[in-house]
């Protein structure tokens, strides 16, 4: 999926409509294309970037070189976040990978305040698609 979040982070990230100094989740950040993206896109508050594998949460801290991005380990389905902590929550290209994707929207939406925007972008489009449904 690399190759194809790199294509896909600039449009998303247009298509979200980030604001200056907001607080941003990126859910499922795997690689780390739309976290660094979004880095380069606004001067944002925070971005604070989550996954399930270790594997990418060790190689994004190992690549970040920037302050305002926090990179951490954690459950889609079971965010560490107090509610209302975020102004948007992100996920690219992940929700199909989550075997119970409608809790981890409700997550999203869970830790992003009133007013704030949970945007996902699905690798699949199809009646089948646990993200799409």
Known sequence: MGRWSRRLARLFIDFTGIAEGERILDVGCGTESLTFALAKAADLAEIVADDY????????????????????????CALPFAGGTFDRALALLVLHFVPEAGKAVAEMRRVVRSGGVVQRRCGIISAACPACA
């Not at 594998?53 to 889609?76: G, L, M």
């Open 53 to 76: 594998s270790p594997v990418f949460v060790r190689e994004a801290i190992r690549r970040n070189t920037n302050p305002r991005i926090k990179v951490r380990q954690a459950d889609a």
